[in-house]
């Protein structure tokens, strides 16, 4: 596999927090496009998948952009203050320091619930051509079904707490809210671009009928991989491979 340049900087985010961030670029050469990667929620930008993913994509002379949103990682901030809302805000300002450094990204990748607010995003930002959710589910609200448990917590208390990765969360009741409000104008039919649903018939957090509902529900152009055996983090680094050389593959259709 050939190297690649990894520039590391920090994008300031809607609230003021430093978002770290890093661009994966070819080693040589301009790349032919400029992708942002969005990851599952409370993911890093470093998870496995992501950085596999990315690593195979600037072999074919792509480059990826991939940040950690507040509270995140190694960026500034609470992740109890964040909500789907300002991760919307945060994707629109990482495109923005790519339009305003390189050029505007024309593919959009987003991993679970990151899938969910790259489909609503793109929806919105014009520069971007193609999509590609990956294992993601058909409304944000998903997460409060998922979160059963720290929903009716919240509801009574205004927080709940959460381990995930390890890592003890705060979650709100207004991010739950958020969630709820964002799900009521969740239109999917106005989305008319192109994309590519990849979904584990195995993934046990997000089933399989939620591909089926975005495949129903989007006007664009639409394809769909069934990924057999990926699960829904696809933490095996050949699976996330072949899945970046899905990507690329489907993707020079329209962009090359």
């Given amino acids: 596999m050939k190297k690649m340049n ?13 978002m770290a961030a890093e661009l994966d670029l070819p080693e040589k050469g301009y790349p032919k496009y400029f992708c ?29 952009l991939r940040f950690d949103f507040p509270g995140i990682g190694n960026s500034e901030g609470e992740f109890s203050e964040t909500t789907y809302s300002t991760n919307l805000k945060n994707i629109r300002l990482a495109a923005k320091w790519l339009e305003e450094n390189y050029e505007a990204p024309k593919l959009g990748i987003g991993h679970s619930m990151g899938g969910s607010a790259m489909m609503k995003f793109a929806k919105e930002y014009d520069p971007m051509e193609i999509l590609v ?42 991010f739950f809210d958020d969630l709820t409000t964002n799900s009521k104008d969740y239109d999917l039919s106005k989305l008319r671009k ?5 979904h584990s018939p195995d993934d046990d957090t997000v089933s399989l009928d939620e591909a089926r509902k975005i495949l129903a529900q989007v006007r664009g152009h639409r394809s769909y991989v069934m990924l057999n055996n990926y699960g829904h983090l696809i933490m095996d680094e050949e699976k996330a491979i072949k899945t970046a050389d899905i990507i690329y593959n489907w993707a020079k259709m329209y962009l090359e």
């Fill in 6 to 18: 990894i520039k590391r900087f920090t994008i300031k985010g809607h609230d003021g927090y430093e």
């Fill in 36 to 64: 942002i990667y969005v990851p599952c929620f409370t993911c890093t930008k470093n998870i496995r998948v992501l950085k596999h993913i990315s690593k195979q994509l600037v072999s074919k002379g792509i480059a990826l």
């Fill in 133 to 174: 959710t990956i294992a993601a589910p058909s409304k944000p609200d998903h997460l409060c079904r998922v979160l059963e448990r720290n929903v009716k917590e919240a509801e009574e208390t205004g927080s709940s707490k959460r381990i995930i990765g390890g890592i003890e969360f705060t979650l709100t009741k207004d």
């Fill in 194 to 198: 192109p994309i590519l649903v990849l």
